[in-house]
């Protein structure tokens, strides 16, 4: 039944508005925005969820909720249909509606924080699968829906650490689904790695001194030197990403300087500096070169500067996307039927997808908007609901064709 007019899903609301799309709005409208995400909100409505999904259990750990669906032969691998719950702040002044009203304007656009990112996939997923069962489909394998924390906060109370969890091990996952991005053109992008997050501070000490005096080997004379080391980086890569045809944002280094700090007047030299770079790496890097090129520019810049992480990724898994894999072919060829062309990239920043593969699991990041500008994280996030509708079919065909991969050889 429809929450809002009580209607069955699938059918049209009195009011001429889609189920799913009015599924889709009431998700919109709960506040699962950090810092405070509500979780309990997301809990009660997927708990709901399941409910109506007959023969679908739910698992709850903690706050990371799994819907199972049980295939016909559950010994084999199974499907994870991943999704987390959380969304980022806003700055509402910004938005032209409130961002959680899930405004839809004259066109079908739907306003609010997680239209693209990535509430439109969780309610995909789930009219998807109640459209399978409404039609009596029994798929060989299971398919899970999970329903994760803390994505947008990098994950540690979430999919970090639940892939070690013996539940998670459980499961079973042969392929898992994940979130991509938007793709304003007519294809379709889907990522199959993602690059490696570094958040790296460099800690520049000097001597202090008087403002007034020529002070030797100052703590901002190496601070220049290490900022130099890192931009002039910057700038070839950047080049190197403009100049070429074949390369994306996810195929090259970037660095961004984030924070600086140190001082405490403006006539003392301060005894230290700092600054601090957000670094993404492309799988390709040798990530044990890269950090000696660090060490290198450190060295350069002057004594005793050292360096630390908050973020240090040094997983380069990727998912097959050759034609003999069996989930890819089924993926991409399924795709093919539908007419929809694919373009393959390396994520540009960090999903939860990092930690499954990470476990040896092959993930696809792939959120069915096309004709979309990329809008996740940004002011006015929305999605056109003819597009969102489009993603339903698009899983509807998708799910029953990966769930229904032959037995694999190592499963025989
Ligand atoms: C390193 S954890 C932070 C995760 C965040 N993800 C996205 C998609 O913005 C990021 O890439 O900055
Ligand atoms: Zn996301
Ligand atoms: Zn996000």
Not at 241 to 266: F, P, Q, R, W
Not at 357 to 379: E, K, W
Request: charged share 25%.
């Amino acid at each position: 039944m429809c929450s809002g007019c009580r209607v069955d899903r699938g059918q049209v609301c009195p009011e001429g508005e889609d189920s799913s799309v009015t599924l889709f709005r009431e998700y919109l409208r709960l506040r699962t925005v950090h810092p405070k995400p509500d979780y309990d909100a997301a809990l009660r409505f997927l708990d709901r969820i399941a409910e109506e999904l007959e023969n679908t259990y739910m698992l709850y750990l903690q706050i990371v909720s799994i819907m199972t669906w049980e295939g016909t032969n559950p010994a084999l691998k199974s499907i994870l249909l991943n999704s987390h719950t959380d969304v980022v702040p806003v700055f509402q002044e910004q938005w032209k509606y409130d961002a959680f009203s899930a405004f839809k304007d004259a066109e079908g656009n739907i306003y609010a924080r997680g239209t693209q990112d990535m509430k439109c996939v969780t309610i995909q997923y789930i009219q998807a699968v109640r459209r399978l069962k409404a039609e009596g489909r029994k798929l060989m394998r299971t398919v899970h829906l999970m329903f994760i924390p803390d994505e947008e906060i990098g994950g540690h109370e979430g999919m970090e650490t639940f892939v070690n969890h013996p539940e998670f091990k459980k499961l079973n996952i042969g392929f898992a689904l994940d979130e991509g991005l938007a793709n304003p053109g007519e294809a379709f992008t889907v990522f199959y790695g993602e690059r490696n997050p570094w958040w790296i501070t460099v800690h520049c000490p000097g001597s202090p001194g008087h403002g007034s005096r020529f002070v030797e080997n100052t703590a901002a004379e190496k601070l220049v030197s290490v900022i130099n080391s890192f931009l002039n980086f910057r700038e070839k890569e950047k080049h190197r990403l403009n100049t070429s045809e074949c390369l994306t944002l996810g195929d090259v280094t970037t660095v961004n300087m984030t924070m600086v700090k140190g001082g405490v007047a403006y006539n003392v030299i301060p005894a230290e500096m700092d600054v601090s770079f957000d670094l993404r790496i492309p799988p390709t890097v040798n990530l044990q070169e890269f950090e000696k090129q660090i060490k290198q520019w450190c060295k350069e810049a002057g004594d005793d500067i050292t360096y630390e992480f908050a973020q240090k990724h040094m997983n380069q898994n990727i998912t097959s996307t050759e034609e003999n894999d069996p989930w890819w072919s089924t993926f991409s060829a399924t795709c093919k039927t539908m007419n929809m062309t694919l373009e393959k990239e390396i994520f540009p920043a960090a999903t939860d997808s990092r930690f499954i593969r990470a476990v040896g699991i092959p993930a696809i990041g792939f959120s069915p908007m096309n004709r979309t500008p990329i809008l996740l994280h940004d002011h006015n996030e929305y999605l056109n609901e003819q597009i969102f509708l489009k993603g339903i079919s698009v899983y509807k065909r998708l799910i029953p064709a990966l769930a229904n991969v032959p037995p694999l050889p190592d499963e025989a």
